[in-house]
């Protein structure tokens, strides 16, 4: 474990990532590299069906730790934070941010890369590029709010409280803030109970669905959807709806 990141597995399917850098989880070299290093070994581990990332007290996280960032060089470590933010967008198995308090700048580009976000009650979430001379979530908040809001957030820099981020759509969930872990792997339990290959398959479709014409999409889902027809995994759902028991999905 490096300084400022815990890795650990819950349920043998379940990463568990939690930023810890107080006193607001700012993003390391130390810390970006672990991540990275996470993500490789989870994109590889078939056993693995769902990511849950989240921070240590207050904070979730803001971003990229500017101090550090000038021993390195701010190019050097935008570089290495882009990375783990791709790695996060293209994550095979579906990742949860639960997001525990202070979303800003970077942090709030970390929970954009992910699939589903869901928050404390009490957070808070800021678009602080324009607060610190440089731009963060103009490309992805936009594609979720919509782009009214979006620059209502990006061009201000102000924040917005977890009520509003629900209502905009950019969280799905909101949790008392000592019920926040146990609900994120309640939903990271009920994803990895799927089947994993439709999940995933069904992952790479909703990534696309912004930027492809019909014509495109169903072409996609048509060869997305032939292996799932022919696959294990299918016949026993139909099994075990027909003896009413829960299915065993074995990723075949």
Sequence with gaps: MARGLNVSIVDRRILLLVLGNPPVNAMTADMLAAMSEALDAAQDDRDLRAIVLTGAGRAFCSGADLKAAREVGVADAAGGFGR??????????????????DCIGGGLELALCCDVRIASATA???CAGVNVGLMASA????RLIGPARAKAMLLTGSPIDAARAESWGLVTQLHAPDALDDASLVLARRIASR?????EATKRVA?????????????????????LLASRDHQEALEAFAAKREPAFRRQ
């Design 84 to 101: 783990v933010l791709d790695q996060l967008a293209r994550s095979r198995a579906p990742v949860i941010a639960a997001i525990n308090g």
């Design 124 to 126: 808070r979430f800021v």
């Design 139 to 142: 490309w992805r908040l936009p």
């Design 195 to 199: 089947a994993p290959l439709s999940v």
């Design 207 to 227: 990534d696309q669905a912004l930027d492809l014409a019909q014509e495109a999409s169903i072409e996609m889902i048509r060869r997305e959807m032939a292996p």
